[in-house]
C-alpha cells in the first residue's frame, strides 16, 4: 500500500486541491491536520517548521523503500503525484495543453489565490482596523478580478469542455474547485460567470470531488 501523509486543513484550498488528486488517483494519505488559527496557528509549530519550512498548508511525505520525500506547494505535490502515480493522468498528452492547463491553474493559484489567503487576509484586517471590514471586500475584489479573466478564457477557448480543459478533469478543474468554493464564501456573485459555474458542477458531481471537499474532512468544523 502506499505510504503517503496529508498535512493538511479542511478550509485550505491549496489542501483541498491537493485531497481532490488524491481522490482521483484512488490514493489514501493520512491526513494530519494543522489548525491555521488556534493558538497563533499551528503551522508556525517548530514541530511543523521541520516537515515545512516555509510554515504553510499543505504538506504531503511520500513514504519509501528510499527514504521520505517531503514536498510542499499544492501544485508541485499535484505534479509529482501526477508523475508517480500516473493514471488517471491530471494533465494533458500534448505540450500546448499541458501549458494551457498550467497556465490556468497558475492564474488562480498565483494571481487570484494568494491575495485572499488567511495571512494576508489577516494583514489586511490589520491595516484596516475595526470600522472597516477590508479583509473581506479585498477578498471579493480580487476574486472577481481574476473570475471576469478566467470567465472569458474558458468561454471563448476551444479547448474548453465539460472540464476547464477537455474532457476529463485536470490540475486546473483541483485549482477551479476550492476557489469558487472561496469566492462563495466571501459572497461574490457567481451569475455573473457562468461558465465557472458550469466546470464546477460537472467537477463536483464526481465522487472524488465530493469525497475531498471541506465539510467531508475528519477535522471539519474546527
Known sequence: MTALTLYTYWRSSAAYRVRIALQLKGLEAEQVPIHLVKDGGEQYSAAYLKVNPHGLIPALVHHTEAGDITLSNSLAIIEYLDEVFAEPPLLPADAAGRA?????????????????????????????GEDAPISVSWAKHWIEVGFDALERQLSSEPETGKFCHGGTPTMADLCLVPQVANAVRYEVDMTRYPKICEIDANARALAAFEAAKPENQPDAGT
Open 100 to 128: 494551457r492547463v498550467r497556465q490556468i491553474c497558475q492564474a488562480i493559484a498565483a494571481d487570484i489565490h494568494p491575495v485572499q489567503n488567511l495571512r494576508i487576509l489577516q494583514m489586511a484586517a490589520k491595516i484596516g
